[in-house]
Every structure is written in C-alpha cells, then in structure tokens.
C-alpha cells in the first residue's frame, strides 16, 4: 500500500509519540487520583446513611417510651383528681 504525501505527513514521529504516551501517563494518573477521591467520598456518603439509620432508630425507640411515659403519666394524674 502506498501513501500520498499528505497521508504521509499525517504519520505520527517517533518523539510525537512518546510524547503522546508521556501525556497519556500524566492524565492516567490525575484520573487515578480523582477516582480514589470519588471512592473516599462515596465510602463517606455510605457511612453518614448508616449513621443516619441507626439515630433514626434511637430516636423511634426514645419515642416510644415518651409516649408510653405520657400514658402512664396520664392515668397517674386522673387517679390523684
């Protein structure tokens, strides 16, 4: 297969490829580390709705005995009129 010239001048150097792989490594790495941040703040965002569930259950548990406080409290009151 022949080339033409301008498919020729097309063709990529040998340092214009190794350039190319230098910058390639450099945006690689940069991706590395924005993806290894990613990971840290989804494992935080992961912990913090764990955390959320479980002071949501507390808190309904704490309700409950309120509200059977406030029961109990109640008959308390009305045998003391």
Avoid: C, W, Y
């Avoid at 498919?7 to 214009?16: G, P, R, S």
Wanted: hydrophobic share 35%.
């Amino acid at each position: 297969m022949t080339l033409t010239p301008e498919q020729f001048n097309k063709l990529v150097t040998k340092d214009e490829f190794n350039e190319l792989k230098r910058d390639v490594k450099k945006i690689d790495n940069k991706v590395d580390r924005i993806l290894t941040s990613v990971d840290g703040l989804a494992k935080s965002v992961n912990d913090f709705k764990a955390e959320i569930s479980s002071n949501q259950g507390a808190h309904d548990r704490m309700l409950e005995k309120v509200n059977s406080h406030e029961v109990r409290i109640k008959k308390l009151e009305l045998k003391n009129i």
